[in-house]
């Protein structure tokens, strides 16, 4: 950690923030390639809002067949919502990724700019198209990449061009790179991996084989989480770096440790999606010693977090700083659970119910979103600031942003808690029933369930919303 | 400050553990390839999107059950059914007698028990409320004709959708109101041609002449002995699942 900041854990965000410089003589296309990825991420994040939305009403029983009527059910919404919530990090990270590019790959060549088009060209043809086609049902109806395999050659060609671009920079020094380099650089492949894995199923023999299909495609789906948490993570130490002015912690010792432990669980703990299908005893052994592992990562994280909140933090707020505070606090929560749905037992009685939804809701919108609007936040700052806006402050750092990004946490919470009381509820009565019984909800549950789902997600949608009308507007302003 | 040659040390490390680990899943002697039927039930079922609200082994959404063990507890007429006209949150799939059949053979293939479960099961019978209900008909001892309409009406799937005093998550009503909205009249037209524009199909077989008036006769009762029949259900609650049989892992 910084010499000025002795006593300080590794939270990065939690220095004080350098002066908001604004950065002169940058490559025209490497600020196009951020502010556009950043209004991708944002135009992503917005659809599977209300897809999101529309889904969580369909989730009540009275209203499904109306919906039905008018075209609409779980076919469409459902991935909908999934895949462009898998984009939304994707492209926000993608943001800051340039970001990064924007100060250390100096001018764009000619074909870094090839390649740049070819990028946002494929991505964007193939949200549109996966969106369209999505609508008129057409899709894989495979979980996360749900939509027909054909776009997922544009993504992947859109993919290879970005992995280009980011190794034609840091390719030569990539072993004196900071830590987040590092996660960026593994997760830039290990998505291309993952992904390939995700599509086992277009080999006719994965497919004729439904057991061995699913071990395939719960290692794919839980590595791909694995990828895009990598370039989360990065994001958090990479913006903390530079709003801190310090960087020290991202070539410490504490720094790679930690993200050895992460990696090794994003590597290898898919396997406890999977204690309950048919596979090697070594898989189920390695996953659930593995997860254990991340006890080390909660007890640093609840370490971070007493220091946290022991610190009287006399500065002004700041949008970036709160959004990552809340994803600490996220981190603690999510991380607890994590460990404790990884024992065998509890995850036999636990899997298949809205437990796993909270779960996962917790970790994407607590986590991953707070963080990526974090940078989100950071990235967009300094283009409103090169507009001749004096400080960022004055333009996302106000007191109604304050007011909209405690809402947004404070309605994620209850979303979060309501599905893992309805989901252990649910886990105890199915477990209560004979092998050959048909699980039917209590009475209380069936009547409230959809109702809660609809009513705590549209708490979310409301401060999301929000959130977007401040953000949207000045993200499509913004010239690069 | 970590080297350059630890930091490949320690990628080298992960990367031998994510290897390793893939080729253990990819190894698996465990393989259980599908009947070409099975095959064209599992291609119906992705088209459709089934996973977006099932789940097989627990992999896909919580709107509706977990299928991988539903194939010996679902009724081939009620499956028939669900996948043509649909019910409440379910759409109606439309499906042909051949697709159906598929589908069938497909869920037939993933219901093996011995291979793996998608839900936990420790309990017995008697937990369910339709059990419950059964035993609480058994202590009341309604009359003959009640009797007989509960025999059919257990017999023709209708307990897949609904529930014993209450209105189901898939928002097939509460029998036991239904002579408040329903007369006797209106009551014969859904029993023998089902609501299906509200998502119930019709019954399969269809009610004998005699079992229609049974059936009635069984509403009724439920609507007067509402309280007796609430109260008998409560007496047998409580739980019958053993914590003590919770396994490590479920399968080995």
């Known amino acids: ?480 | 400050m970590v080297t350059p040659t630890a930091k490949k040390i320690l990628l080298s490390v992960l990367l031998t553990g994510f290897v390793v680990q893939t080729a253990l899943v990819y190894s698996d002697e465990r393989h259980e390839p599908l009947s070409n039927a099975a095959v064209r039930g599992r291609e119906i079922w992705h088209r459709d999107a089934c996973q977006v609200c099932h789940q097989l082994y627990g992999n896909g959404g919580f709107l509706g059950p977990d299928l991988t063990n539903a194939f010996g507890r679902v009724d081939p007429v009620r499956l028939r059914s669900l996948l043509t006209v649909g019910s409440g949150q379910m759409p109606a799939f439309r499906l042909t007698d051949d697709e159906v059949n598929d589908v069938r053979e497909f869920l037939r293939s993933m219901d093996r028990p011995d291979l793996g479960r998608g839900e936990l099961r420790l309990g017995t019978e008697r937990g369910t409320p339709w059990a419950r209900f059964a035993g609480a008909v058994s202590a009341l001892q309604p009359e003959a004709t009640v009797r007989r309409g509960w025999t059919a009406f257990a017999t023709r799937a209708c307990t897949g959708c609904h529930q014993p005093l209450a209105p189901s998550p898939t928002a097939a009503p509460d029998l036991s109101l239904a002579t408040q909205h329903l007369d006797r009249h209106a009551l014969l037209t859904v029993l023998t041609g089902g609501r299906v524009e509200r998502g119930m199909p019709s019954p399969v077989p269809a009610f004998e002449p005699g079992e229609l008036n049974d059936v009635i006769a069984f509403i009724g009762w439920m609507a007067v002995a509402r309280d007796a029949i609430a109260q008998r259900m409560a007496m047998q609650t409580g739980t019958s699942m053993n914590w003590r049989a919770l396994p490590w892992w479920e399968y080995r």
Not at chain 1, 8 to 26: D, F, G, K, L, N
Not at chain 1, 348 to 362: C, E, Q, S
Not at chain 1, 425 to 436: C, S
Not at chain 1, 456 to 476: K, N, S, Y
Request: with cysteine.
């Open chain 1, 1 to 480: 950690m910084s010499g000025t900041l002795p006593d300080r854990p590794i939270a990065a965000w939690q220095v004080e923030p350098a002066p908001v410089s604004v950065t002169q003589a940058i490559d025209p296309a490497r600020r196009f390639a951020t502010l556009t990825f950043l209004r991708g991420a944002l135009v992503a994040v917005a659809i599977t809002l209300i897809a999101g939305f529309l889904a969580a009403l369909y989730s009540i029983p009275a209203l499904a067949p109306a919906m039905q009527s008018i075209g609409l059910d779980m076919r469409q919404l459902r991935p909908i919502h999934t895949v462009f919530a898998t984009s939304w990090i994707f492209l926000g990270a993608a943001a800051v990724v340039y970001r990064f590019l924007e100060d250390q790959g100096g001018p764009a060549t000619s074909g870094d700019r090839w390649r740049l088009r070819v990028q946002v060209l494929s991505w964007a043809g193939a949200g549109a198209g996966i969106l369209g086609t999505l609508l008129l049902r057409i899709g894989s109806g495979r979980e996360y990449v749900g939509f027909h395999p054909a776009f997922s050659l544009l993504i992947v060609v859109g993919w290879i061009c970005y992995v280009w671009n980011v190794y034609r920079v840091i390719g030569r020094s990539f072993w004196q790179q900071p830590i987040y380099v590092m996660m960026w650089g593994v997760a830039l492949f290990f998505f291309l991996y993952t992904f390939a894995e995700q599509h086992a199923y277009l080999l006719p023999g994965v497919f004729a084989d439904p057991v061995h299909d699913l071990r395939v495609q719960w290692k794919a789906t839980g590595t791909l989480v694995g990828s895009f948490n990598l370039f989360v993570y990065g994001t958090i130490i990479y913006v903390g770096g530079l709003i801190a002015g310090d960087d020290t912690y991202c070539h410490s010792k504490t720094a790679y440790a930690l993200f050895f432990v992460g990696l090794l669980n994003s590597f290898t703990n898919f396997g406890h999606h999977t204690y309950h299908l048919p596979q090697s005893a070594w898989v189920n052994w390695i996953a659930f010693v593995v997860s254990m592992t991340e006890i080390i990562v909660l007890a640093r994280a609840v370490h971070d977090l007493w220091c946290l909140v022991r610190a009287n933090d006399p500065r002004p707020f700041s949008a970036t700083r709160a959004c990552f505070t809340a994803a600490k606090w996220w981190t603690v929560a999510i991380l607890f659970s994590s460990v404790l749905i990884s024992i065998p037992p509890l995850n036999a009685v636990i899997h298949g119910t809205y437990v796993v939804t909270g779960h996962a809701m917790g970790a994407t919108i607590g986590i991953d979103t707070m963080i990526l609007l974090g940078g989100v936040f950071w990235v967009l700052g300094e283009f409103l600031g090169r507009r001749g806006l004096p400080v960022t402050r004055t333009a996302l750092d106000t007191r109604n942003m304050r007011r909209i990004i405690i809402g947004l946490n404070l309605g994620v919470a209850a979303l979060v808690v309501w599905l893992h009381v309805s989901g252990l509820v649910t886990a105890i009565h199915r477990a209560a029933l004979a092998p050959n019984e048909s699980y039917v909800a209590p009475a209380w549950l069936g009547a409230s369930s959809g109702i809660m789902f609809a009513l705590t997600g549209a708490v979310v949608i409301v401060f999301f919303a929000l959130l977007l009308a401040r953000v949207m507007p000045r993200a499509f302003a913004a010239r690069a």
